[in-house]
């Protein structure tokens, strides 16, 4: 079902919702890096993937040339924001809520330029 849907239900007859769109939460245990602390099969998602390449000294695998744009926001802050609809259902009702850190925005060959030089610095994996 589409957001339209929910939308005109809850006009037209009442159905009470509330949407919440997770942009990309990261923080401890957020991912498995396949073989090392999770099953070697299933790919997990692009800072998992990027910490497994460089962690093996492999290069980082950049899909229609890392263009696309990922928007990070830290777990701790991503639940805070989840209890708040929980705990006010009444102001969540009826919303969509894209629960992301626009300051946090980066293409994903950015993400993989940054995490390289974080790599380089011998922090990650310590």
């Known amino acids: 079902m589409t957001l339209a849907f929910f939308a005109a239900e809850g006009a037209e007859n009442g159905l009470e919702f509330t949407i919440v769109r997770p942009f990309n939460w990261m923080g401890p245990r957020m991912d498995f890096i396949p073989g090392i602390d999770g099953p070697s099969e299933g790919v997990p998602r692009v800072l998992a993937c990027f910490s497994n390449n460089l962690l093996r000294r492999e290069p980082l695998k950049l899909v229609d040339g890392g263009e696309s744009q990922r928007t990070f926001v830290y777990i701790k802050d991503a639940i805070e924001a989840?209890?708040?609809?929980?705990?006010?259902?009444?102001?969540?009702?009826?919303?969509?809520?894209?629960?992301?850190?626009?300051?946090n925005e980066v293409t994903v060959r950015q993400l993989a330029e940054m995490m390289t030089k974080v790599s380089e610095k011998g922090i990650l994996g310590k």
Not at 82 to 103: S, T, Y
């Open 82 to 103: 989840v209890l708040l609809m929980i705990e006010n259902p009444a102001r969540a009702n009826g919303h969509i809520f894209n629960v992301g850190n626009p300051n």
